[in-house]
């Protein structure tokens, strides 16, 4: 009898040693913080884009109406595009930094709208849900993914969320060599003094290097403020207990280091450590980026391969403008659509076309990841009265035979209402006359609601344009 | 005498100065395309639009110019066919020395076709010219929209427009002829009070 009972204790002891364990493991893939002032005094507005295990939520999809969880819609019952994931697997919750109650939600943990995936690595990217929006009152409203908190007083404070774990040193196919199952930490210091806002970022979770060669890599970034942007290695405090590549007992006897004014990424993976055949070789690394004020981090891994002699590319359709690392303005409310094509001379070479960072709203025609040769899809989104800002998107090609390239686009919404020349949130005869006395000069730029065209010059053009927007018959003044 | 010194101004050849587009294109022009008046006389000439092909305008940018040591632009004044009034802003900027003036019209209304057909000739405006000294003015448009555009249509898009010159011939009535007309008046007044010296009899006949 006292065999039996001990036996039970100890398989009770073991199973919930195996749940606690699992409950927390190898899930982490990507993270980065950024943020933006809010309109009020101390107020801030956050937005958490993570990337994490894909098969870890199949089931644990939420419906945002009925606020119910199950099932997910996405290949094998995993999560798919989309879909909102409640991230149960870190409890991952979100810490202001001023001792506030941090932000999950009401199943407990943070919840993601998954906005890529990956089934082939086996991942999937999110950026993270305000709960306070939810419920939403229809299927197919917006998912606001920003989240808001105003801090009682001036300060820099470091908001962050951390929790366990990384990718273990080996959970098939990955094998993750610098940090297996390490604590995740991704921190940012809110300093809202000025008005300043946060750096962003975006990169796809798992950047591909050569094998035994020097690997170099731009890490995009942009700052709504027009700071000076700096780039550093995090600490492995910073990162929550962490050897970057090339660190002591790394597993790979070159430091990495980048670049502070450009963000070029170098590390020379000559004699890293790599997997089994079969296996994908990981290193996981964290950028610092700096404004002078604030810092964002952001956390990824990087893939060891083969090189590629031909590694893809990433092109405009012919006749069509470049749209890889340039900045496109978009106004509240139009759609901003474009094609991204990407494609491998050598022929024999698949490619597989994907994206991280998508706005909320924003979708892929078709939905990606895809594959073939060449691959497109459109691009297109609509942003909302809360999108205003900089939102950073990054489109990756990956070919069969290794190669890996990155297109980051800028997309910097205005916030400026076209033809709201004075500014009042009406456009009346007050708005037209301004334009009308304008016309014919420069715009001061891209946001300058008089140029609606966009075309850098005001004209009777637009002063025509915005007659056509006028709050009231024949443009009476409010 | 007569004939001979007037008509060849009368029959000035009207030339036009076009830029043929590949596409269809509004056509601007001066009413009268040209005219001869004496000097210290007026002149007044319309700018037009046509061959709209269903086409409204909702604003027009342009500059008239023309040669200022002949002319002086007294005045303008706009159409109704963009609205006037509350229903459109209109600017006129003059430089009589320099012989230019900038001419702007922008339509509140949404909604055009109470004011245009799409189909026929608008005024866009009517200017009126002093005459300083003998001579052929030429009349020319030059359009103010990003680099030389004239005309929006309804929805704030730019509207492809060609322009023709105008000329403007002011000249000296001669010795004779000014003794002619005189006379001819002289003849006219004289005629005219016979004819109520004449009417009044009679009705003081009708009343006797």
Redesign the interface.
Known sequence: MLKKTLILWVSAFLSALFIASSAQATHFRYGHITWTSGTTANAVNVRLLNAWRGNAYNNRCVNPVSMTSGACSGPGGRAGVGDIIIEYVGFSQFTWGDGSARVGSSFGPLLYLVTSIDPANNWLSGVAVDPTSLPIANSGDPIDTVLNHTYNSTGAYTASLSSCCRISGLAFPNRHVNNPSGSYRTETIIDLSAGNSSPSSVQDPVVLCPINAICNFAIPATDVDGDTISFRLSTSAEAGGFRQPGSPGSGAPNPANIDPLTGIYTWDTAGAVLAASGQNTLYSTQVMIEDGTTKVPLDFFIQLTTVDPTPPVIQPPSNSPPICNTTQVITLGDTFTFDVVASDTDIADTVTLNSAGLPSGAFMAPVLPITGNPVSSTFSWTPDATQAGNFLVSFSATSSSGGFTQCPVTLQVSAMQKCDADGDTNID?DD??LI?AA??TSATGVNDPRD??N?G?I??????????Q?DL???QTL | MFKKSILPSIVLPLLLISSPSAFATVILDFSPSAQTVPLSGQASVDITASNLQNEYIGAFDFDVSWDSSILSLASVSFGNALGGGLLSFQAENTNNSMGTSSLTELSFLSNLTSLQTGNTNIILATLIFDTLSTGQSALALAGNISGGGFLSDENGNLLAASANSGLINVVTVSAPETLFLMGIGLLMIFGIRRRNESDDNSVSQHYL
């Open positions: 005869t037209i006359s009308f016309r014919n609606v065209d075309d010059e004209t009777i053009l637009d002063a025509r344009q915005c007659t056509l006028c018959m024949n443009c």
